[in-house]
């Protein structure tokens, strides 16, 4: 019937080349018009007995066949006037056509009941390659209210039930064959014995055996079979309707998988192979929820870390797949790396360089052109010069923006003191650019328990952002059961939690039998209700782990005992058979069983391939099949992907299909010979690609030969110590300082004894990038050990200098401070330079004077058109320009000295790369102390730094290993009379910023220091300087900086003080300094008391400032100066002495001579007048005095010195009060309570509002 009602539907004229699969396809959809009406009146029948017994009852003068015949039913379509008896859909008669999803409801006539077919949506829940959508539809039942009896419905009996069954599978079958079945002819009480059932079956009787699917067939003969009886009940027959209309909604909801025959594939020795959806996650629907709802908290602008525990196989990677097309849906940006058991190791921050190079490809992809110019822009502004350092590391970003394409004439191989957490911080700024809450970066790792405590160091350098403007998802998968061996990972994610950023903790256990039950039906594509025995029975062999489920079950179908009947179109088990059958109690020895029995050039192509990773290349493949040894490796691999062990990716890589695949195919290798696998393999390649371009390959070539490095014959000696000096180079200029101290020690290891003798130009290179590389990753011993024998060893000083230069380094970043200058003293002295023991004032002041006569004429095109200095006097300068950051602790008395002579060296010599650094600091010297700046100091000291910044950028172009000290000297001294203090704050930050990223941690935390105190004196927010503040304290003491904490801790108070009115803290010994925090501490402690008003504690306190230390820095001293004078008049109130009125006359003679000899008048202007105006009123020079107070208040609005602004307003406030003015007064102190409101001194507003009441109150 099915094949006539089809060839209807097909033209004669139709192309006969797609007239079968036309017609195929109008066979499909025939069927699911008929299940579709099924479904509706077993959903119906199942409704109407529940609630109307009197049909089921014994008195009932209807009988079951009268409800459940064809005639009873009416059919409504789309069309509202469309009705078609349930007989004429069934016979096809009347013209009846509707398609498959034109069924709109089911009524029924007696007893009246009506139910609606509601398609809410129409989900694609197959994988790509099925070719129909299934329907999930829902049943709305109608009853009739007249029929309805108000009393409790009766209980159906289970006889009752069966009755129902047994002659709904007679409608059914009438329904899809248009033909009566032969039991129809029996009465209600007539029960067919089981050889009945057996000879009707064995008629052709069976629907399967006139042409539907097996599923309807089955559908149909398991209600037949029910009889309410156990006795003559088959196992497979239906025990209730509820579970007939289960598998129908089944049928509809995936056509492809259970309604339509689904004929698996053979493999070449004619084995069935199980529908596995591949990508379906069963069983996790609350882990789903619960790390869907974590991503959407990142997506809304935050950071998190989820973290995922379970077995292997248990869905861990599954679970984390689930939510990529969410993230990629709003907008973000997914990237992924799996942890390497065997190949990551000693190679942590190259992979982690690599994901994030990958990440520029992904956004260039994603983001518009409009995106990418923005992202330019942002990038430019967070790096600035320390850009050529990010392209180096991350080459991929020139594709975000043409904009970011540089060249460099010179290449900047990084600093002396880079090292891992400088690089991780450079990529943690990269971060903070590229993530957002409209692109938020999801980051995933796999298998953390094979990571080390390197891998996890870079990860948490990287991941926990102190600032926290990174927009972060986190997720890590780990082996619960693996973990033990690998204690690192715990403090890991704890550190999460300790920078305060939400941790999710999840374990996956083994499915539930019911999920698991699923998982089987769907792979067996056989209802799942048939599938309960064997699923329980797998449950109980593997615990529910779906992974290992999933290999039980294909070695089930190896072994036989789960097959796939053509005649029955179904999967069948031998249930007794399975239950004895031995099953490995681990999926690793499993897997390793089923590839001892595969063929031996398979089983070679799986150990090669396990020794080069979980993925392979191509070309790889392709150099190792030009190899006699290797030959077969491409066929074996993919007989290994025909055998399902591997995935050919596109056309360029081979990849293992699981973790444990891998696991089991490196097992196949005896642990006795896997370091000869992996060194043949290694020579094999290296011979292969000798003299070729090894960039792509080379790290690859070098892991595998030092898995066997004992085996070097003595004729590769020579090669191998060149190749592993490579990967050394190549692994330093990538960041990777781990990978390369490994490559470099495998180098020196296979030179002979007398390496010195025989190779000392190899030893000489690749001793000295031993030392930075073990520097970098933190191994300062190490370092000093490899320098040292270097200096022992080499004979010539030219050969010693680099060794020398960064032996000093590493002593002055360790704080040995006096060693390092000695240091210095002893190679300045081998290259000729007499550096004096001690100095006495009148010679310092002699040599300044000489230096600042050399330096008259100094400007931009003096120092741009001077030659180059010859290259030993450029290391006699490298070594001063060390020497004078040393000098001001380990001998101040030589600091002028040393910077005097060096640039006295540049006047005669020629200008050099250091050059630049020399002049600052010479101009920073004459500006810098705690007298009075002169105003021809302040001339000179702006032009020589402006004509050395100068040449650092035209010259020198921009040269990022000197911005650090460079921006710390003159925007932290000098340019404070030229530019706006706001931008010199964030010069400084940038000087920050490069300084770690470079690993120049001593300087980036000075340049810290001076960043917070201008953006306090800047007068900006306090919460947001506390923010500041908080992030550089952590890293002092990350660092064990000693400085930095001190000073932070004291500055932090302060701001707290200003912001809440915290309590005084009181000097401790842990913040002492050699009297520097001392000094500090009373500087700090008179700025708290002068805001609070307590005017005798702030003229005590900074009046005792000078007798510990000079005031360093400009700003401070103009701070000092400012407050002083200011506070002076408060004194004079009380003690109208003298000495307290020359204060304040000091203050405004040396804020004048600042603000006439700057560019401009931005950061003192405002300052003097507001000591005018009250020096004005304090003299009774009222109207002048209103004039200084409107001029200090004006200034500081256009120099946005919101602190200052509301000073002079408050100042003003009270002056007006004192003379009787008082609207005048409540006027200035609003202006005063909202401009403290915007500097967030909560404390200042509490004094400004009871100054408020009081004018109020008067």
């Not at 109307?52 to 008195?59: A, S, V």
């Not at 020196?748 to 025989?758: G, N, T």
């Not at 003379?1219 to 509490?1246: L, P």
Request: proline letters at 2%; aromatic letters at 8%; glycine letters at 6%.
């Amino acid at each position: 019937w099915i094949q006539i009602e089809a060839k209807k539907q097909i033209s004669p004229s139709a192309d006969s080349g797609n007239l079968e699969a036309r017609r195929d396809h109008r066979k499909k959809e025939f069927i699911l018009c008929k299940t579709t009406i099924a479904y509706g009146v077993a959903e119906l029948l199942r409704c109407a007995i529940k609630d109307t017994g009197e049909y089921m009852g014994d008195n009932s003068s209807v009988s079951i066949y009268d409800i459940c015949n064809i005639d009873n039913f009416i059919v409504r379509t789309r069309c509202e006037t469309d009705e078609i008896s349930l007989s004429a859909a069934a016979t096809g008669q009347d013209g009846m056509q509707p398609a498959w999803n034109d069924i709109k409801g089911v009524d029924m006539l007696s007893p009246p009941r009506s139910a609606d077919i509601v398609d809410p949506s129409i989900l694609s829940l197959q994988e790509e390659e099925e070719e129909l959508w299934g329907r999930y539809l829902e049943v709305e039942y109608q009853p009739n209210d007249a029929t309805i009896d108000n009393s409790p419905a009766s209980t159906v009996s289970k006889g009752d039930e069966g009755k129902c069954s047994h002659h709904l599978g007679l409608l059914l079958y009438e329904l899809f064959s248009h033909i009566s079945h032969p039991r129809a002819s029996q009465s209600d009480g007539d029960m067919i014995t089981a050889l009945e059932r057996e000879h009707l079956n064995n008629e052709g009787m069976r629907l399967i055996d006139l042409g539907f699917p097996s599923s309807i067939s089955l559908l149909v003969q398991n209600l037949l079979e029910f009889e309410g009886d156990d006795i003559n009940q088959t196992k497979e027959a239906y025990e209730s309707l509820d579970v007939v209309v289960q598998d129908l909604h089944l049928l509809l909801l995936d056509p492809t998988r259970f309604l339509f025959d689904r004929v698996p594939t053979l493999s070449a020795d004619g084995t069935a192979h199980l529908s596995f959806r591949k990508h379906k996650l069963y069983g996790r629907e609350n882990e789903v929820d619960l790390i869907t709802n974590a991503f959407c908290r990142v997506s809304t602008g935050k950071s998190e870390a989820f973290f995922i525990g379970g077995y292997s196989g248990s869905g861990k990677t599954m679970l984390v797949n689930s939510l990529k097309s969410r993230v990629e849906m709003v907008g973000g940006y997914v990237v992924s790396k799996k942890s390497d058991k065997l190949m990551s190791r000693g190679r942590s921050l190259s992979t982690v360089i690599s994901i994030f190079n990958e990440l520029c490809l992904i956004i260039r992809e994603k983001r518009s052109q409009r995106d990418l110019e923005i992202l330019g822009i942002e990038f430019r502004n967070e790096f600035s010069a320390d850009f050529q350092t990010l392209a180096l590391l991350l080459p991929n970003v020139a594709v975000l923006s043409p904009q970011l394409k540089r060249r460099y004439d010179e290449r900047d191989g990084g600093s002396d003191q880079s090292n891992i957490r400088s690089i991780c911080f450079l990529l943690k700024k990269f971060l903070r650019v590229v993530s957002s809450a409209s692109h938020p970066l999801m980051f995933i790792l796999d298998d953390l328990q094979w990571c080390d405590s390197t891998d996890f160091l870079i990860l948490e350098s990287i991941l926990v952002d102190n600032v926290g403007s990174s927009c972060l998802f986190f997720v890590g998968n780990y082996r619960s059961n693996e973990v033990q061996d690998n204690p690192a990972i715990f403090p890991f994610i704890t550190s999460f939690k300790d920078f305060g950023i939400p941790t999710v903790m999840i374990n996956l256990e083994g499915l539930q039998q019911k999920s698991l039950n699923t998982m089987i039906s769907d792979a067996l594509c056989l209802f799942p209700r048939l599938c309960e025995p064997l699923s329980e029975l797998v449950f109980q062999k593997t615990r529910g782990n779906p992974f290992f489920a999933l290999n039980v079950l294909t070695s089930l179908v190896a072994e036989g005992w789960l097959k796939y009947v053509s005649d029955q179109r179904r999967w069948v088990w031998d249930l007794d058979h399975i239950r004895c059958m031995n099953v490995a109690d681990n999926v690793l020895y499993l897997l390793s069983s089923k590839m001892n029995g595969l063929s031996g050039n398979i089983q070679f192509a799986l150990k090669v391939a396990a020794c080069l990773g979980k993925q392979i290349k191509d070309s790889v493949v392709e150099y190792l099949s030009a190899t006699s040894e290797y030959s077969s490796l491409r066929h074996g691999l993919n007989q290994a992907v025909a055998e399902g062990f591997m995935t050919k990716l596109s056309a360029t890589e081979f990849r293992f299909n699981h973790d444990r695949v891998w696991e089991a195919a490196y097992s196949l290798i005896q642990n006795r010979e896997k370091t000869e696998y992996h060194f043949r393999v290694g020579i094999a390649l290296y011979l292969m690609t000798k003299g070729k371009d090894l960039e792509e390959i080379i790290f690859l070539i070098s892991d595998q030969i030092n898995q066997g490095i004992s085996e070097v014959p003595a004729e590769l000696r020579s090669d191998l110590i060149s190749l592993f000096e490579m990967a050394g180079v190549k692994a330093t200029d990538s960041f990777d300082y781990s990978a390369a101290r490994s490559y470099l020690s495998t180098a020196l290891s296979l030179m002979p004894l007398d390496r010195w003798q025989c190779n000392y130009d190899s030893c000489v290179r690749i001793s000295i990038l031993m030392a930075k590389s073990a520097h970098a990753c933190g191994d300062v011993d190490a370092a000093q050990d490899m320098l040292q024998e270097i200096l022992q060893v080499c004979g010539c000083i030219q050969d010693k200098l680099p060794a020398y230069f960064l032996l000093a380094t590493i002593l002055h970043s360790c704080g040995r401070i006096m060693k390092s200058f000695e240091t210095c003293h002893e190679v300045l002295s081998q290259l000729g330079e007499k550096i004096p023991s001690s100095i006495n004032p009148e010679e310092t002041t002699k040599i300044v004077a000489m230096t600042s006569k050399a330096t008259e004429n100094i400007a931009d095109a003096y120092l741009l058109e001077k030659d180059e200095m010859h290259e030993e006097s450029c290391m006699v300068i490298k070594f001063l320009s060390l020497m004078v950051t040393v000098s001001h602790s380990a001998k101040p008395s030589l600091s002028a000295w040393i910077v005097c002579r060096s640039v006295l060296l540049t006047v005669e010599r020629g200008v050099s790369k250091q050059s630049s650094l020399c002049l600052v600091n010479f101009a920073a010297r004459l500006v810098s102390g705690n007298e009075v700046v002169k105003p021809k100091a302040i001339q000179d000291a702006s032009r020589i730094g402006k004509a050395a910044i100068a040449c650092w950028k035209e010259r020198y172009h921009s040269a990022p290993d000197l911005l650090p000290k460079l921006y710390l000297v003159y925007y932290g001294w000098i340019a404070v009379f030229t530019e706006p203090l706001q931008s010199c704050a964030e010069c400084l930050r940038q000087g920050f910023d490069v300084g770690l990223t470079r690993g120049e941690i001593s300087t980036a935390l000075l340049n810290a220091i001076k960043h917070v105190g201008f953006l306090f004196w800047a007068g900006e927010n306090l919460s947001t300087v506390l923010e500041n503040v908080d992030s550089y304290l952590k890293l002092a003491l990350f660092y064990k900086n000693e400085l930095a904490k001190s000073y932070l801790t004291i500055l932090r108070y302060t701001l707290s003080t200003l912001k809440d009115k915290k309590q005084h803290v009181a000097i401790t010994e842990d913040m002492k300094i050699e009297g520097y925090s001392a000094a500090m501490h009373l500087y700090h402690k008179g700025i708290q008391a002068f805001w609070l008003g307590y005017s005798e504690r702030c003229h005590h306190c900074l009046g005792k400032v000078s007798k510990y230390s000079p005031v360093r820095g400009s700003i401070a001293l103009i701070g000092i100066t400012f407050i002083k004078g200011l506070n002076s008049f408060e004194v004079l109130k009380r003690y109208n002495t003298a000495k307290n009125r020359e204060i304040a006359h000091e203050a405004i003679a040396m804020l004048k001579k600042a603000a006439s000899q700057s560019s401009h008048s931005w950061n003192f202007s405002n300052k003097v007048h507001l000591l005018e105006a009250q020096l004005q009123s304090s003299e009774d020079n009222n109207e002048k005095a209103k004039e200084s107070y409107a001029a200090a208040i004006s200034c500081a609005r256009y120099s946005r010195f919101i602190h200052e602004q509301g000073l002079a307003c408050e100042l003003a406030g009270d002056f007006y009060e004192s003379h009787g003015e008082i609207d005048c007064a409540k006027g200035f102190f609003e202006q005063a309570k909202h401009c403290y409101t915007k500097w967030g001194s909560h404390m200042k507003v509490a004094i400004i509002t009871q100054k408020l009441e009081s004018c109020q109150g008067g």
